[in-house]
């Protein structure tokens, strides 16, 4: 199948500063792709859809200004959590979409102390 | 109301039981659908699509039944290993995917 690697795995970080993670298509190429968070024993939230080369669409109740999106190539979209509280601590998890089967990166666990 | 609901669970089974897990999803538009295995701390996994006529893979078998718009997902002689969640997953027009809660299974030896 398709994959779709995501870094880092893991991080942790000061209350305030600001945490990229990144999503990369690694044998296709993904127009879109979809950030998900999951706190813990909770189900996959979609955030927002990534777009190539626009701006990416949020879910309702997802500050775009605090997460930001930039899918600026075919095999690469970022997310940013700017200013991270210990409240966004949770998995996030990117996907893109073969035909009609979701591919997942392997997870960010981000910890906000 | 959330667009794709799943059983609560979590389902405690003893090895070789049979288990059902229900999914039903709002969205009539709703175009495919799927079971996702996730493992604690990992991405999900594809199980299995789908399909109206019924799909089977082993020990797995999986309905759709659109009118009711409705999905099943049907575990037979449970290993320990497939203790897992298990996720319903409808692809919604306009190229989304939701996801259900997921349900938990824990098989017992």
């Known amino acids: 199948g398709a994959v779709v690697s995501q870094h880092p795995s893991w991080v942790i970080c000061k209350s305030g500063t600001s945490v990229k993670i990144e999503c990369r298509s690694l044998?296709?190429?993904?127009?879109?792709m979809f950030w998900y968070r999951q706190f813990p024993k909770q189900s996959l939230m979609l955030m927002a859809t990534?777009?190539?080369?626009?701006?990416?669409?949020?879910e309702q109740g997802v500050e775009k200004d605090k997460f930001l999106i930039n899918h600026a190539s075919l095999t690469l979209s970022t997310l940013t959590v700017t200013s991270a509280h210990p409240e966004d601590s949770s998995f996030y998890i990117c996907?893109?979409?073969?035909?009609?089967?979701?591919?997942f990166g392997q997870g960010t666990r981000l910890t906000v102390v | 109301r959330k667009e794709v609901e799943q059983d609560p669970g979590p389902f405690n089974v003893p090895e070789g039981a049979t288990v059902a897990f229900n999914c039903t999803y709002s969205?009539?538009?709703?175009?495919?659908f799927f079971w996702y295995r996730q493992d604690c701390r990992k991405e999900p996994k594809l199980l299995m699509s789908?399909?109206?006529s019924g799909n089977e893979d082993g020990r797995f078998t999986a309905q759709l039944n659109r009118a009711s718009q409705y999905i099943s997902l049907l575990i037979r002689d449970s290993k320990l290993s497939d203790s897992a969640t298990y996720l319903c997953?409808?692809?919604?027009?306009?190229?989304?995917?939701?996801f259900g809660a997921g349900t938990r299974l824990f098989v017992k030896a």
């Open positions: 997953v409808a692809n919604t027009g306009g190229f989304k995917t939701i």
């Open positions: 969205n009539s538009a709703s175009q495919s």
């Open positions: 789908v399909y109206s």
């Open positions: 044998d296709f190429q993904a127009t879109t």
């Open positions: 996907s893109a979409r073969v035909a009609t089967e979701a591919f």
């Open positions: 990534s777009n190539e080369g626009s701006k990416a669409t949020y």
